[in-house]
C-alpha cells in the first residue's frame, strides 16, 4: 500500500494503480476495526457514480464486515448526505464514502468519518 495515497483529509489514488480492491478491503478492515474501539456496531456507506465505485464499495464492505462490524449501505449517494446520515441516524456515527470528488476519472478515493469527525 502506497503511503502517497493518505492525505491530510482523504485517501485517494489512481484505480488498480494506488487504489485496489484489496487496498479498499484493508482500509474497510482498519475502519471498522477503529469503529469498534469506540464502541460502533455498524459503518454507513455510500459511494458516487464512477464505474469503479462499486468495486471498491465491495471490497470496502468485506474489510468491515471482516472487522465483526454490520454495514449500512446507501448506495450511490452525495458526499453530503453520507455526511448527514452519521450525524442523524442514530445507528452509527462512523461512514466511509467511496468517491472520487473533483479528482480526473481515473482516481477514486475514500472519505472517512469516525466520531462524527470527517
Known amino acids: ?44 456507506v455510500g459511494r458516487d457514480g464512477r464505474l469503479s465505485s462499486p468495486a471498491l464499495c465491495d471490497a470496502l464492505k468485506a474489510g468491515i464486515r471482516a472487522a465483526g462490524l454490520e454495514v449500512v449501505d446507501l448506495g450511490a449517494v452525495s458526499t453530503p448526505l453520507l455526511y448527514y446520515a452519521t450525524h442523524t441516524l442514530g445507528s452509527s456515527q462512523a461512514g466511509v464514502m467511496v468517491t472520487g470528488s473533483h479528482n480526473p476519472p481515473q482516481y477514486n478515493g475514500l472519505k472517512i468519518v469516525i466520531d462524527k469527525i470527517a
Open 1 to 44: 500500500m502506497k503511503s502517497s495515497i493518505f492525505r491530510e483529509y482523504d485517501i485517494r489514488g489512481v484505480v488498480d494503480r494506488d487504489l485496489t480492491a484489496e487496498v479498499a478491503r484493508v482500509i474497510g478492515q482498519a475502519v471498522g476495526s477503529l469503529a469498534a474501539e469506540r464502541g460502533e456496531n455498524q459503518v454507513i
